[in-house]
Each structure stands twice: as structure tokens, then as C-alpha cells.
């Protein structure tokens, strides 16, 4: 399977507890992105890699998220002291941007957390 | 005001039906369109991409966009039972790309 890659896929924690995700993007793809989805909503953007460079971040993220991508491949997401409102599914996507490229967008399935 | 309306539904269909499925937008930024298709519990899933006004068609899928009206539509014809899913629209601002501005959203049952 070549396509993105997360895991875990669902995780239950209990409040106040840190959890971290991970993002395996499509191979040479440079761009990875981390969403959040809450039931019946759509996807919301929490931040974006173009290689190693952490390039945006939304103004929603809290200070209790933090990500990473260290080697310009996977990508991490922690959330510190989780709490109830920061239960959704984590959704990773990624793309290659060139210079004639489109910058088309693959999502992963997905990790769903629960905090308890 | 959401920069991107789409009806969450749910719409219902019988098998062989023609569906359509619309978002509006509030931000001309907004320069490239695309529909993605989300079974349940599951990431989406990329059906039809496009930049500019006008048609595009993929199979039994035409993605339609009018700028002026700030308006994008999505129709499904020929539908099938396996079509029953969430279809999102989503937006993108720039030659740059970037994130994702979608909607919330419209659930599809397609009965056959």
C-alpha cells in the first residue's frame, strides 16, 4: 500500500494524559498536512509541513498541540493534557508541490481519538 | 459567516438517480475547487479537482464552477448504492496551495 499511513488508528485516553500521533506520507511527497475533524463537520486545517519546515499554523491550535516532522518524511502530533472537546478523528494528508505541480492533497485514514 | 455553505442533508436517492450536490463560498481568494468523497469513518478520498470555471468531467462525475456566482456544484449521474457516503467540497486560496478550506459536509444515501 503506498498511500498515507497513520497509526495509531483509533486511541482512548483519559483526560490530562498526552498522546502522540503518527503520519507516514505518500513516498517523495513534500507536503504533509495535519486536519481535524469533529462528527459532521468538515476536516478543519491545524498545520502544514513543506519538508521539514513547519510552514502555517492555524490560529486555533493551542499551545497543548505541537508537531513535527524532523526529517522532511513521517510527521508526529502531540497533544499535551488532552482534554473532552479534543475528541475527533486526526486526519493526515500529503502532497508534492513543484513548480507545475498542483499541489493535490491525499488524505490517510485517520486516527480517531476519545478522551475520557 | 462560513467562508464555505454546503448542506449537510441528508439527501436520499433512488438507484439510477442524477444527484446534485452544491457548496457557495465567500472568499474570491478562493482560486481551486475540489469535491472529495468520505465513506464512514474513513479519510476522504479525492474524486475531482479543478481551477478555472466551466465543466469537468470524470466518468459519471461533473464538477461544475462559477466564479462569479461563487457557487460550485457536483453531479453524480448513473447513481449507484456504493455512492452513499459524505461529499465534501474544499477550496484552496493561491497558485501556492496550502490548506484545505472545506465545508461540512452533504450526506448522501443512494437506495436501490
Known amino acids: 500500500d503506498t498511500g498515507v499511513s497513520q497509526d495509531p488508528r483509533h486511541k482512548i485516553t483519559k483526560r490530562g494524559q498526552n498522546v502522540t500521533f503518527r503520519c507516514d506520507p505518500i513516498s517523495e511527497h513534500n507536503r504533509l498536512y495535519w486536519y481535524r475533524q469533529t462528527l459532521g463537520q468538515g476536516p478543519e486545517f491545524l498545520t502544514y509541513f513543506q519538508n521539514e519546515a513547519q510552514l502555517e499554523k492555524s490560529r486555533l491550535l493551542s499551545d497543548r498541540f505541537s508537531a513535527e516532522r524532523p526529517k522532511g518524511s513521517f510527521s508526529t502530533l502531540e497533544i499535551q493534557r488532552t482534554e473532552q472537546g479534543d475528541s475527533a478523528m486526526y486526519l493526515c494528508?500529503?502532497?508534492?508541490?513543484?513548480?507545475?505541480?498542483?499541489?493535490?492533497?491525499?488524505f490517510g485514514p485517520g486516527t480517531r481519538l476519545t478522551v475520557l | 459567516q462560513k467562508e464555505v455553505e454546503q448542506d449537510p442533508g441528508p439527501l436520499s436517492v433512488p438507484e439510477g438517480a442524477i444527484v446534485s450536490l452544491n457548496c457557495t463560498y465567500s472568499?474570491?481568494?478562493?482560486?481551486?475547487f475540489m469535491w472529495y468523497r468520505q465513506y464512514s469513518r474513513k479519510g476522504p478520498e479525492l474524486l475531482m479537482y479543478t481551477y478555472s470555471s466551466g465543466n469537468k468531467e470524470d466518468g459519471r462525475f461533473t464538477a461544475q464552477v462559477d466564479k462569479s456566482s461563487k457557487y460550485i456544484s457536483l453531479f453524480i449521474r448513473d447513481s449507484q448504492p456504493s455512492d452513499s457516503a459524505t461529499y465534501l467540497c474544499?477550496?484552496?486560496?493561491?497558485?501556492?496551495?496550502?490548506?484545505?478550506?472545506f465545508g461540512q459536509g452533504t450526506e448522501l444515501s443512494v437506495k436501490p
Open positions: 474544499a477550496h484552496g486560496r493561491g497558485n501556492q496551495g496550502g490548506k484545505l478550506i
Open positions: 472568499n474570491s481568494a478562493f482560486q481551486y
Open positions: 494528508a500529503s502532497s508534492f508541490r513543484g513548480a507545475a505541480s498542483t499541489d493535490t492533497q491525499y
